[in-house]
C-alpha cells in the first residue's frame, strides 16, 4: 500500500505562482503512475496532470496545459504540481493519487490511493 501526504495550497491571487507537493510513502514501486485531481465546490473531480513513474511521460488536462508543470521521481518519493498564472476558475481542493499501470492516465477508477487534499484558492 501506498499514502500519499500533499502540502503547498494556499490563498493567492489571480497570476500567482504555487507549487503543490505529494510525498509518498510505503511501498512506492508498486505504483507506476501519479495524478493530480482537483474538486471545486459543486462541482465533479477532474483530472489535472499525470506522470510515469517508469517512463518520465507527463500529461496535462487542456485547461491547465502551458500553466501548469507536473514533476517527479520515485527515488525522492515526490511529485510536484508547479502551477503558474493562476486563475479563480482553479480553486479547488487538489489531491494526488497513485495508480499502478492505468490505460490512460484520465481513468481515475485506476487510482487505489489519496491523498487528503491540499486546498487552493485564487482570488480575482
Known amino acids: 500500500q501506498v499514502r500519499l501526504v500533499e502540502s503547498g495550497g494556499g490563498l493567492v491571487q489571480t497570476g500567482d505562482s504555487l507549487r503543490l507537493s505529494c510525498v509518498a510513502s510505503?511501498?512506492?514501486?508498486?505504483?507506476?503512475?501519479v495524478a493530480w485531481f482537483r474538486r471545486a465546490p459543486g462541482k465533479e473531480r477532474e483530472y489535472v496532470a499525470g506522470i510515469s513513474w517508469t517512463s518520465g511521460n507527463t500529461d496535462y488536462a487542456d485547461s491547465v496545459k502551458g500553466r501548469f508543470t507536473i514533476s517527479g521521481t520515485n527515488a525522492n518519493k515526490t511529485v510536484y504540481l508547479q502551477m503558474d498564472s493562476l486563475k479563480p476558475e482553479d480553486t479547488a481542493t487538489y489531491y494526488c493519487?497513485?495508480?499502478?499501470?492505468?490505460?490512460?492516465?484520465?481513468?481515475?477508477?485506476?487510482?487505489?490511493?489519496w491523498g487528503q487534499g491540499t486546498q487552493v484558492t485564487v482570488s480575482s
Open positions: 493519487a497513485a495508480a499502478l499501470r492505468p490505460p490512460v492516465f484520465t481513468w481515475i477508477k485506476a487510482y487505489t490511493e
Open positions: 510505503g511501498r512506492t514501486f508498486t505504483r507506476n503512475v
